[in-house]
């Protein structure tokens, strides 16, 4: 039988993707990459194909930091938390409060926490390359080979903005993950947020036409 920590075949393209166990949650260990990139110009709709953003418009950055999607084009056009949506079979999109069991996992492990501060939990979730060069000590950005005790694997993909024309930026800098749940008091999709300066991780409510990455979690 599967277990979580082996890598597993996406059916519908035949991707691979590393998978990771942490506390009780299995997570995949790579950014989803489904679907048929369309240029960052125009917006995913709704139609019978998966559509994905690449970074400056180049499969090769789909490939490194997997695709970016609208939270609408993720959801499938649906707003129930915790759905399938565009994951694998068997796997879901992680609501608001799976991230929070997440991130408070970790704020209970002293070996997780940096310099054994609160919340100070970024570095090891973070990839150990890719990112911008930071000099606070805790920071993501702060000597790249101490990241990822986790195994998570988080990469600063930057984003495709929703901006006229929908330009890409911030590759570098930041990662941020989109959550199945909406802040009701905004209208608002939460997500999850790393930046190469940041010792934290925040929790921040998003426009929902901006491309980010997507992580899948197993379901139970």
Do not use: H
């Amino acid at each position: 039988a599967w277990i979580c920590g082996q890598d597993f075949t996406d059916d519908r393209d035949n991707k691979v993707y590393s998978t990771v166990q942490i506390g009780t949650q299995c997570w995949m260990k790579q950014n989803l990459n489904i679907g048929t990139k369309i240029n960052g110009s125009v917006d995913q709709s709704q139609n019978s194909t998966i559509e994905k953003y690449c970074y400056s418009d180049q499969e090769s950055n789909c490939n490194t930091y997997g695709g970016l999607y609208q939270w609408d084009e993720m959801m499938q056009y649906s707003t129930t938390p915790g759905l399938q949506g565009i994951c694998p079979e068997e796997w879901y999109l992680p609501t608001d409060n799976d991230w929070t069991i997440l991130t408070t996992y970790l704020n209970s492990q002293m070996n997780y926490k940096c310099n054994g501060t609160d919340n100070y939990i970024a570095k090891v979730l973070a990839s150990t390359t890719n990112w911008n060069s930071a000099s606070n000590t805790c920071a993501v950005g702060n000597n790249l080979a101490s990241n990822n005790a986790t195994g998570f694997t988080g990469l600063p993909s930057g984003c495709r903005y929703n901006n006229t024309g929908g330009s890409f930026i911030n590759i570098g800098i930041y990662g941020i993950w989109w959550s199945s749940s909406m802040n009701t008091s905004t209208n608002k999709p939460w997500g999850r947020k790393m930046e190469y300066d940041w010792e934290y991780i925040g929790r921040i409510d998003y426009e929902k036409k901006i491309g980010y990455p997507i992580r899948c979690i197993k379901n139970n």
